[in-house]
Structure formats: C-alpha cells, structure tokens
C-alpha cells in the first residue's frame, strides 16, 4: 500500500489535510471534513500512513527439544 501507483482517495493519507481530532480534519481545499473523505485534490503523503504492527509469535507452542540440535 505504501508505494501503489493509486492510492484510495482518504483524506487521512492526504498533503492538505490535517487532524483536529480523532474523526474530523482540517481541509486546505474544502476545509472541515471526515477522516474517510476523499475528492479529486488529493495527494497522498505517505509520512502519513501508520503501518500496522505485526502480530507477536507465540513462542508457548514449542517445546526445549526444537530449540536443540
């Protein structure tokens, strides 16, 4: 997703937006507007993105012998 040549239009991701709170932004263009809004200005600022973390391994599930030689 970071490096698509087309990006899902979502002001979240946009250059001309920035946050008021958890579900409003601020819109260079339009001005206050959703989190999940989009129009035909935008340009994606991947700085951003918030990549999603990955999961833990559960390490519980093995036992001393597959660590050995």
Do not use: N
């Amino acid at each position: 997703m970071l490096f698509r040549k087309k990006m899902p239009r979502a002001c979240k991701y946009c250059a001309r937006s920035a946050r008021l709170d958890e579900e409003t932004l601020l819109c260079a263009k339009k001005g206050v507007v959703s989190i999940d809004g989009g129009c035909r200005k935008f340009q994606y600022d991947p700085l951003k993105r918030i990549p999603v973390h990955p999961k833990a391994v559960d390490f519980s599930k093995y036992d001393k012998e597959d660590y050995s030689l």
